[in-house]
């Protein structure tokens, strides 16, 4: 029993602690309406308390547990410690889903909030485990899968609230997680279906439990696996579904409830799923009492998924050195035919794909008569409107690629690149800082955006070097820190300041504001950097390799590495400023250019900044035509062509 009881105390007692903060902030709130209201019967402070706070609260309470009870059940029957409703890309869909009928098709809410969640959940879903089916369910695979449908459905999704000006500030709280009621009917709404969900899961946890004998040893004890994996995602879906049609995206809880439990000591299946909805539910009602207490009457106005993130982050990373991973992510391993194949061909179709792209983004347009070539008495004019448009997102994406390039090679992990390590999202903390404390021009932003990205990329650092940079603390801290500082940014963005629209078209990754002198800039800045990475060529190739080759070459190990990882983190401050941070093409241009066989490290930078050069500037023609003459953030436009594409490439590679 001494083995049971002290795996319980533990996540216990984080359970204890975070209630008790909870309580103490949701009584001071509470009690001058109590005070006040006896005696005096009904009035307007007593109707908030019953009908707004208490639900509020009620609420945090049960969204938290059913986010948590999702994560769990990701995290353990796809033996993958990274997976939750975020990572999976599951809220993203349901996410995307409500956007769209709520735009364009609203009677579909008549069928209810829930249904349409969770198609687009089920959606999401079956996309991700589809790809991760193919490959054993690896965690690789499946985390890799579901960040590039996440950034896809978040990049459509903004696109489609770009669009509706209107609706931009109501959908953007709602879409960062607003828990602000007026009535009962969502928290008891949310209790009869995640008791539901709860009957089920108490049917299946024999089955789950007999999972830690593996597969072999499950089977052999009569558990069918195919059938219960397809059980338990479903209830892990439905949770994660239900909760954003109620609240909007609260996705860190599903990744650190379940953490914080296995950290305090829960370790057997039942446990976990015992108390990580118990651990979420305390952090979300922590977090939403001290939100209010502390906001007063903007606690309604701001988004309580981004306050989350904000409190849950630093406590992640703090006990992320603790963590132990039993299903370790693997590195994928380069085929031996692709080191044998020349680096000649690829790179000349390359340069050549992007040449076109640059020629006709430059002299080809759409106007009010239709698709039309750059001639006649305004063709020095508008060449000089488009021209710094299209070099500056070619700059940008060639810098980006060559960051994602150096990041995964010193990491050793084909995820690392500046979006999913949260380095674009501490450019953006950066710039914010720089919008609504002193506002710069282009050269104090730029300053800003790179403190902020190296920054984050040393916390990263420092926090993952005791475990070797293993691939799954590099991306716990990544996901930690992009979560924290993007909370940070949203809750600027929420506050109703004239300078957060300026925040949020920057954030879209549009250059429509880009001029000649920040295009040159841009260029230059881009050549310089690029140079000094194709320079450092022999490091990249060697550094890989290990302490021990590296030292009989002479190479300083920590140094060099440090100035490789302040390289990239320039190189992404300078791209975020034009491109802004969602565009994913630190990941892509990478994978792309190793598709195509380039494995070294010069031909594979040099892949990889023509690929993502071309794509950035493929995604700003796109983004000024096809709604002219409405334009379209090329950021977003360069998610949603190039995350379709990796997907394709994750499903058929083995």
């Known amino acids: 029993m001494s083995p049971t009881r002290s795996d319980n105390l533990g996540p216990a007692l984080v359970c204890l602690a975070l209630l008790c903060g909870g309580g103490v902030a949701a009584w001071l709130l509470i009690e001058p309406a109590l005070s006040v209201v006896a005696g005096q019967g009904y009035d ?142 969502i928290p008891l709404s949310l209790a009869w279906k995640m008791t539901i969900v709860a009957m089920v899961c108490a049917l299946v946890m024999r089955p789950l439990s007999l999972l830690d004998l593996g597969e072999a040893g499950s089977a052999a004890l009569g558990v069918r696996l195919a059938r219960l994996r397809v059980i338990v995602i479903a209830c892990a879906v439905t949770l994660a579904a239900i909760v954003t049609s109620a609240v909007g995206v609260i996705g860190f809880i599903g990744l650190v409830a379940p953490t914080l439990a296995r950290l305090s000591g829960a370790r057997r299946p039942v446990q976990l799923i015992f108390w990580s909805p118990l651990i979420g539910a305390a952090l979300l009602f922590f977090a939403d009492s001290v939100l209010q207490l502390s906001a007063g009457g903007l606690g309604s106005f701001l988004p309580t998924g981004a306050v989350t993130a904000i409190f849950g982050s630093p406590l992640l990373l703090a006990l992320l050195p603790r963590l132990k991973v039993r299903h370790r992510i693997q590195q994928a391993e380069l085929p031996r035919r692709s080191r044998r194949r020349s680096a000649s061909a690829p790179l000349i179709i390359a340069v050549m794909s992007v040449l076109g792209l640059v020629t006709v983004s430059l002299f080809v347009g759409r106007g009010p008569g239709g698709w039309a070539v750059l001639s006649g008495e305004f063709f020095d004019d508008i060449l000089a409107l488009r021209a710094p448009k299209v070099f500056a997102a070619l700059a940008s994406g060639a810098m980006l690629g060559v960051a994602g390039s150096i990041l995964q090679r010193l990491t050793g992990n084909e995820m690392a690149s500046p979006e999913v390590l949260g380095i674009s999202a501490g450019a953006t903390f950066g710039v914010a800082i720089a919008l609504f404390a002193i506002a710069p021009g282009f050269p104090g932003e730029f300053a800003f955006a790179a403190g902020g990205a190296i920054s984050v990329l040393a916390i990263i650092l420092l926090g993952s070097r005791r475990s070797n940079f293993a691939p799954e603390r590099v991306l716990l801290a990544g996901i930690a820190l992009s979560a924290m500082v993007d909370a940070v940014v949203g809750v600027l963005s929420s506050t109703g300041d004239p300078r957060a629209a300026l925040l949020m078209r920057w954030m879209s990754g549009s250059t429509y504001l880009v001029n000649g002198t920040i295009a040159m800039s841009e260029v230059a800045l881009g050549a310089a950097l690029i140079a000094i990475a194709l320079a450092a060529r022999h490091w990249l190739d060697i550094l890989p390799l290990g302490p021990a080759p590296s030292a009989a070459v002479g190479i300083p190990l920590a140094g060099s590495r440090l100035a490789l990882f302040g390289l990239a983190g320039l190189m992404t401050a300078a791209a975020t400023l034009t491109v802004g941070p969602l565009s994913f093409v630190g990941l892509m241009g990478p994978h792309f250019a190793r598709e195509l066989g380039l494995t070294r490290a010069l031909p594979q930078m040099i892949g990889a900044a023509l690929i993502g050069g071309g794509l950035m500037t493929a995604a700003d023609f796109l983004g000024r035509t096809i709604a002219a003459p409405y334009q379209i953030p090329a950021g977003l436009v360069s998610a949603l062509i190039g995350a379709p594409c990796l997907m394709l490439l994750l499903g058929k590679k083995r």
């Open 44 to 185: 307007t402070r007593r109707m908030v308390l019953y009908y707004s706070t208490l639900p509020r609260l009620v609420t945090a309470l049960l969204a938290g547990a059913a986010l948590a009870m999702s994560g769990a059940l990701f995290q353990h029957i796809l033996r993958n410690p990274l997976a939750d409703s975020t990572t999976l890309g599951v809220s993203a869909g349901a996410n995307l889903a409500l956007v769209v009928v709520s735009l364009f098709v609203p009677g579909l809410f008549g069928a209810g909030r829930d249904v349409v969640a969770l198609a687009g959940s089920a959606a999401a879903a079956a996309i991700v485990i589809g790809l991760g089916a193919r490959r054993g369910f690896s965690p690789y695979s499946l985390v890799l899968s579901g960040l590039v449908l996440s950034l896809w459905c978040g990049g459509l999704a903004a696109i489609l609230i770009y669009l509706n000006q209107r609706y931009l500030a109501s959908l953007f709280i709602w879409g960062a997680g607003s828990l602000a009621q007026q009535s009962w009917t």
